[in-house]
């Protein structure tokens, strides 16, 4: 027992020498993490980080970026587990609404600073740096800014003579008349690894009324929907899967990676998504007749205004380093160039950098949707995420009603409020 304890020790400290350079003979390593992955397909935003990675290097021959590519869930348990032992990766790609959870626990680094001094401060929306700000102070860059709109298959609603759906009850008639010979109208994410599903359930539920999963009044912070809200949200899951059966019986605790492939394949006809689509329609032989439409809503237009942001690593020792990668990642052409296919760019200017790509089936609907989009509050919400697809799994396994599944929610929203936010 003695042995295999002294055995994790050392390899907690060797891995852990990997992102807080130890065994560095000269130079500077940047260990980044993100997702971007140059093995998805030519031309994608993968290959373009890799790209600009050799020629910061090339510009800068003492710093080496050394690129780790990671799902979302995997980053965010890596950054954890490393930050409670005090080191970490020096550049983290992070979910908007993982950044007051790691400014909370001391993960990233604040820069509000340096990053006010940034002649680039003001190409960015207000929009964005609220993202990226806890408390009146900031702890990342901006990076990428998307919406989330219908990514339909064109052909698929042609051929059943089915409208581009524009409500609730137009998407369960259309989702309807889709299903049948190995092809379901629509799917939604609800595992419980809680990345893409709760971004999807909120915007079901910002679409009734204008609800939130939490607002502040005074001084406290409070759920910012009723039940009877929340209750019209399960509803909708439990119709589509069980009233109208356009939903696979099957996709229950599916996130991204098992709902966009299924998407890709003609399993699924319609779907919520982000620009990220783009580049994989160019991948599909069916993604030609790819297409994008706002989200049905159902009392008001609503779409999760999605930003990511790079944050600074809080116990990285090459600091200065990271900041001035940075933001030369992040300047306008560059970043134009980095999102040129998958991903939308967070800054504003990016439109009139010669590396911008039109596009107005996929670029357009998703700037013309920025309109109707809200964002998290700056808060940690990680326990209510997962808790809303524990609810909807509730639902889809028929353990609750909507109604008890939303009662549930909401009591639970609001006892975490209260015991972690509010104390």
């Known amino acids: 027992m003695k042995r295999i304890v002294v055995m994790l020790l050392v390899t907690v400290i060797l891995g852990s020498m990997v992102f807080a350079g130890g065994g560095r003979d000269s130079g500077t390593t940047i260990e ?18 890799r790209e600009k990675y050799a020629e910061y290097q090339r510009l800068n021959p003492d710093v080496r970026i050394n690129h780790n590519i990671m799902t979302y869930d995997q980053i965010r348990e890596r950054a954890i587990v490393s930050g409670q032992a005090r080191t970490g990766a020096d550049f983290i790609h992070m979910l908007g609404e993982w950044v007051p959870e790691f400014a909370q626990m001391g993960l990233i680094a604040d820069i509000t600073d340096e990053m006010r001094a940034w002649a680039d401060f003001n190409a960015f929306p207000e929009s964005a740096w609220k993202v990226a700000t806890v408390n009146g102070r900031i702890y ?17 609603l042609r051929n059943a003579g089915v409208q581009v759906p524009r409500t609730w009850t137009e998407l369960r008639e259309a989702a309807r008349r ?18 893409r599903g709760p971004q999807e359930f909120a ?21 910012g929907f009723t039940v009877d809200q929340a209750e019209q949200v399960f509803q909708f899951y439990y119709d589509l899967m069980f009233v109208d059966q356009s939903v696979p019986p099957f996709s229950i605790g599916w996130e991204w990676d098992d709902m966009d492939p299924a998407f890709a394949t003609g399993t699924v006809a319609m779907v919520q998504n982000g620009a990220w689509m783009s580049g994989r329609a160019q991948e599909s032989p069916t993604g030609s007749s790819w297409r994008t439409a706002p989200f049905p809503y159902h009392t008001n237009p609503s779409t999760y205004m999605e930003v990511k942001v790079e944050g600074i690593g809080n116990f990285s020792r090459n600091r200065q380093a990271v900041l001035d990668f940075g933001k030369w990642l992040y300047s306008r052409d560059n970043m134009a160039y980095l999102f040129r296919v998958d991903n939308l760019p967070a800054r504003s200017d990016a439109p009139q950098s010669p590396h911008w790509v039109n596009d107005p089936i996929w670029r357009g609907t998703f700037l013309e949707t920025a309109r109707d ?14 808790a809303s697809m524990v609810n909807v799994q509730e639902v889809l396994y028929r353990r609750m009603t909507p109604r008890q599944s939303a009662q549930d929610f909401f009591n639970k929203v609001r006892t975490y409020l209260d015991n972690e936010v509010n104390r």
Request: proline fraction near 7%; aromatic fraction near 14%; charge should be negative.
């Open 373 to 386: 989009g809200f964002t998290f509050p700056a808060i940690p919400l990680q326990p209510v995420f997962e």
């Open 140 to 156: 990342g860059i901006p990076s990428v800014a998307s919406t989330r709109t219908l990514v339909y298959r064109e052909d698929l």
């Open 178 to 195: 889709l299903t049948g010979g190995g092809v379901y109208g629509f799917a939604f994410c609800s595992s419980t690894r809680a990345v």
């Open 203 to 223: 915007v079901f539920l910002y679409s009734v009324g204008r609800a939130e999963l939490a607002v502040q009044q005074g001084n406290r912070w409070v759920p």
């Open 32 to 49: 980044y993490m993100n997702v971007f992955d140059p093995a998805q397909g030519s031309g994608n935003d993968g290959i373009a980080h």
